[in-house]
């Protein structure tokens, strides 16, 4: 009995006998903006990234062409998005700078910097015309800033796969950098998923706020293909990342598949974590000839297990991710967006989508 007594005891104090509770996401609410708004000169779709700061939400427009943010307040009562409202768009017209002239602004992700206010962007460039990827910050009026230096591996544009580039971008915890996410494998690191498992790591970059350069990178696995073919594209890829505590990661991935109209996405949530055993990946030119760790992965959130509760059952191309209001019952929430892609390939939706953060 004293032995059992005492085995209690150094697991309590060690926490070596307890299971640390898992996080869990629980749906909560959608709603549906209309459909191309006009709006300060502008038209309201293909939101691809959304940030939260100083109690407004700024969304980043996928429009090459015309490259811009938007600036809307957002309300969430009783678990509920109650409404929408749009404050003002910001356009990167910048006459002063080379640099909007010489990049392709195809932008996907978007935060802010609640102190300085400086936005930074993360665009894809254009590979197919040997425009690299962009990783660069303006002021709260669009004025060019600044851009980071790229790692050697981004900034060859024949091992990067068009429309596969940079995605994803998220705060750091520490306040001092920030994290990119590739949307697909480069040519060099694996193959794209396809509908048997293979390794299809991407590449997920810190960067550093004052060097401006990349100091650390790590890979992160994608899921295969899980649903049947029915047309000729079938992709998965990384849309957004979002760190919740330090070295911890909400990603989301997204299958597309055509031939399934408006239901040919499959979106899921994953709780991703660099350890101490996750491998530093930045200096290594090629993941398919070496071994490497990429981060663990648990999936949190399959959108067909919540699919009713969204209208007409479509699963949109969620892009975004970001912290909402806390709860009244004091649990964080989480504010999702999808890119419509301005209705080109068919109905699609500007859903707003509200999780809840809660621990099992």
């Not at 957002?74 to 006459?95: A, M, P, W, Y």
């Not at 209001?325 to 964080?332: D, I, R, V």
């Amino acid at each position: 009995m004293k032995n059992l007594v005492l085995i209690v005891f150094v697991c309590s104090l060690l926490q070596s006998c307890t299971s640390e509770k898992k996080i869990k996401l629980n749906f909560l609410d959608e709603f549906v903006l209309a459909d191309s708004i006009p709006f300060q000169n502008s038209i309201i779709g293909g939101l691809s990234g959304v940030d939260n700061a100083n109690g407004a939400y700024y969304f980043v427009v996928d429009d090459a062409r015309n490259p811009r943010f938007v600036k809307a307040e957002i309300s969430v009562k009783q678990n509920k998005i109650e409404t929408v409202d749009l404050k003002n768009v910001v356009l990167l017209n910048d006459t002063t700078t080379s640099y909007y002239k010489e990049n392709a602004l195809d932008l996907e992700s978007i935060f802010v910097d609640a102190e300085t206010e400086e936005v930074y962007f993360v665009g894809e460039g254009n590979i197919n015309k040997g425009k690299s990827p962009t990783v660069f910050k303006t002021a709260i009026n669009g004025t060019f800033l600044g851009d980071f230096s790229l790692p050697k591996s981004f900034k060859n544009t024949k091992i990067i796969k068009h429309n596969a580039a940079f995605e994803g971008s998220s705060k750091s915890i520490d306040g001092k950098g920030f994290w990119v996410a590739m949307e697909g494998p480069l040519t060099t690191d694996g193959e794209d998923p396809t509908f048997t498992k293979a390794s299809s790591p991407v590449r997920i970059t810190y960067f550093d706020k004052t060097t401006k350069k990349a100091t650390k990178q790590f890979a992160y696995q994608l899921e295969h293909i899980t649903k049947p073919a029915k047309g000729d594209i079938n992709l998965n890829g990384l849309t957004s990342i979002l760190e919740y505590k330090e070295n911890h990661f909400f990603i989301i991935e997204r299958t597309y598949q055509s031939g399934y109209g408006s239901y040919g996405n499959i979106v899921r949530i994953f709780d991703a974590v660099i350890n101490k055993e996750t491998t530093n990946v930045l200096n290594i030119d090629s993941l398919k000839n070496s071994a490497f760790i990429p981060l663990k992965k648990r999936l949190l959130l399959n959108f067909e297990d919540v699919k009713n509760h969204l209208t007409d059952g479509i699963i949109d191309n969620i892009e975004g991710i970001t912290f909402g209001p806390e709860l009244a019952n004091g649990n964080q929430s989480l504010l999702l967006v999808t890119d419509d892609n301005f209705q080109v390939y068919g109905k699609q939706l500007n859903q707003f989508i509200l999780l809840e953060i809660t621990h099992q």
